[in-house]
């Protein structure tokens, strides 16, 4: 015990078991909702999920998975993979980025911060360039945000702004870019009213160009660096607009693979490269997929490409993206302070623990699940396995992505007796929803739960206990609804494909030959989320959860 009277140390739980071992598998993007020809995860074949939830309602039940349950804004705000984990792993509600930023905008807080500050210093000689998602899904970045940073910017003294567009269609609808862009184009032009020289100077697919994650494929963050930096792209046009319609004519073409493009003037010059005495502010909170940019904005030391030319910036981060790293070192407005999770707690009280995705989805049950922390607690108690995602396709190709594999680690961690916790994602859900691609996606369930059933098998054979659970919703539901819940319509009649996460609440199973008798859910907390998890997990491993903890989902009845 510290000196604050601050301990580690967890009290036993008055009548669970320790020694168990416990599997955890998240599956990504795998919500409940009605069974149609649209849910992927109804049409699959899911025996080992199907058999889960016939333990309803003492071993399966609901668990929020979007809105304020995770920390976002509004009830309107579907899950995502950062705040599900973050919630998962925490076990307690935390103001997300989302929210951070909204309130700092409303008050005004954001510009008297020392990030603001900083990156300030450039606007009297240099450009304001930012660089960021451009919709308004809420899951890295919202359009409303950007709009008031351009205003509050301008009316701090910005006279020279760049804005680097990524498009989106991964969090909103395919096809959604140009309005977007349009929006952006009629705010910038209004600030050139005023006499500030205003301008989108580079684009590209979200995918394709900049927000790669985890190190998955460098090559997209380079992409971006060429046009955005250097100004340099295979596709040069005189209007943001225009870019994005001509590109999205292409066949196959969609927002969230659209090719970098630079916009140039009157005499094919770039209109904004990143220079010497410029500002950049990378505007998304969300952080997975702003480590790889911040890095290469930001570190001297740098060989993951050849950036050719690498301009003397002030940088900021919307949000600081990695904790522990400090990157980026300025940043706008500060992240939820993620403190105290259920990993780093178990780990002080002996849990041995085994962490395991493939690399999209790897940082989801490590840096996420500790609360956006890179490394180890303690490297002698934990290891966590990463392995390589496919790279340079789009998940349809190969919707089975790599389930088997990670079940088989997940697998061979739980039979060597070096564990106690063996924590795993399974993309598939997700990655493929997000393509759009109905069959796909019906493929990539089927894989997810036979990864599930190796999992299941290996728990039965050592005695120990499985949870089994979401992080959002995805898979289920794969088309646009009007409010009375029907397919919605385009103007020629055809469905909207969704390839966005949904809002609906995900699973959650107990069960294995180690779970102690007398152990069900509870039902006396209907409202439960993902942040109830936590303490439910710790329970299981024989402890009790700490005092600010959301309740456990568990009683254990005589
Ligand atoms: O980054 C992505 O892939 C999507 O915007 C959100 O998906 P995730 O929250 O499941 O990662
Ligand atoms: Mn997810
Ligand atoms: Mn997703």
Redesign the pocket.
Known sequence: MGSSGFSWKLADHPKLPKGKTIAMVVL??WGEAKPDQYNCIHIAQTPTMDSLKEGAPEKWRLVRAHGTAVGLPTEDDM????V?HNALGAGRIFAQGAKLVDLALASGKIYDGEGFNYIKESFKTGTLHLIGLLSD?G??SRLDQVQLLLKGSAERGAKRIRVHILT?G??VLDGSSVGFVETLENDLADLRAKGIDAQIASGGG??YVT?D?YENDWEVVKRGWDAQVLGEAPHKFKSAVEAVKKLRQEPKANDQYLPPFVIVDDNGKPVGPIVDGDAVVTFNF?A??MVMIAKSLEYEDFDKFDRVRVPKIRYAGMLQYDGELKLPSRYLVSPPEIERTSGEYLVYNGVRTFACSET??FG?VTFFWNGNRSGYFNPEMEEYVEIPSDSGITFNVNPKMKALEIAVKARDAILSGKFDQVRVNLPNG??VG?TGDIEATIVACKAADEAVKMILDAVEQVGGIYVVTA??G?AEDMVKRNKSGQPQLDKNGNIQILT??TLEPVPIAIGGPGLAPGVRFRSDVPAGGLANVAATVMNLHGFEAPGDYEPTLIEVVD
């Open positions: 990504d993007g899950g995502n993979s950062e599900g899904g899951v890295h989106d991964r969090d979200r995918m927000m994650r969300r997975d997929r999209v989805k989801h997700d990655m997000h992080d959002h995805n966005s996460h």
